[in-house]
């Protein structure tokens, strides 16, 4: 298995993925196959689930066999934090050396090499589908971002809200309760059935972590009903990313 990315807005994206990864697990297991890399990540109180795909035609250069492998994800964080602009990412796994996962950032003034241990990691992959809601609404990442950041001082859950054809969002805690109704014209995209009544919780640190995507992600999609978790993706990218929220229950 061996991969270049040296476009300096796909490395960024790279990066920032990672990022994310940490923020939900320690390890990292990459299902490769010819066409494709597959990541799936579960947090360790199963609240939250993320598919993320990224096809041979996103990176500079592609190529492998089937090959399933798992890594320290705060390793991966630590080299990730020392990439310079301009410089060449490059990781493979060699036949001779399948115990490990050759990190590469090339760069014209030096070469930062890093060699990770492989971990022997086993867990099921859980079938994810996509499936039509009652609601679905699109809106500016930085903006979702700047809401989630301030609904956090008030509480350690989101509701999220749909009446009158409006979205508000709201949390509350013992100094005091706070709802932002979103007006119409900053949603990029709304689409709700006739007459529809909704309101469910959410742990906002989950929609804090999917946010700070803001920087590489300009518009996120959020997919909501009484049936399924809280389904969200970024429309129009090469990377395919589904992330599931589970709900609160009322009894918490």
């Known amino acids: 298995m061996k991969f270049q990315i040296k476009d300096v807005k796909k490395a960024v994206e790279f990066i920032e993925l990672i990022k994310f990864i940490k923020s939900l697990s320690n390890h990292i297991t990459c299902m490769c196959t010819p066409e494709q890399i597959y990541i799936q990540i579960m947090d360790s109180s199963h609240v939250c689930l993320v598919d993320i795909i990224i096809p041979k035609s996103w990176f500079h250069s592609y190529e492998t066999q089937?090959?399933?492998?798992?890594?320290?994800?705060t390793i991966l964080s630590k080299i990730c934090s020392m990439y310079t602009l301009d410089s060449i990412i490059e990781?493979?796994?060699?036949?001779?050396?399948?115990?490990?996962?050759?990190?590469?950032?090339?760069?014209?003034?030096?070469?930062?090499?890093?060699?990770?241990?492989?971990m022997d990691i086993e867990r099921d992959i859980l079938a994810t589908k996509d499936t039509d809601t009652n609601l679905d609404f699109t809106i500016k990442t930085k903006l979702l971002e700047k809401y989630v950041s301030e609904l956090a001082l008030f509480g350690e859950e989101v509701t999220i809200?749909?009446?009158?054809?409006?979205?508000f969002f709201g949390a509350n805690n013992d100094e005091g309760s706070f709802n932002i109704e979103i007006k119409n014209e900053n949603l990029e995209e709304f689409n709700a059935i006739d007459d529809l009544v909704f309101k469910a919780a959410f742990s906002i640190k989950y929609l804090q972590y999917i946010s700070k995507l803001a920087n590489i992600y300009p518009s996120i999609h959020l997919y909501l009903d009484d049936t399924n978790p809280l389904r969200i993706t970024f429309d129009a990218t090469e990377i395919k990313i589904k992330f599931f929220v589970a709900p609160k229950c009322p009894e918490e």
């Open 161 to 167: 809200e749909c009446r009158d054809d409006k979205i």
């Open 66 to 73: 089937n090959i399933t492998f798992s890594m320290s994800a």
């Open 91 to 118: 990781v493979y796994i060699s036949d001779t050396d399948n115990d490990k996962i050759h990190f590469h950032l090339l760069h014209d003034r030096e070469n930062k090499l890093f060699a990770i241990p492989l």
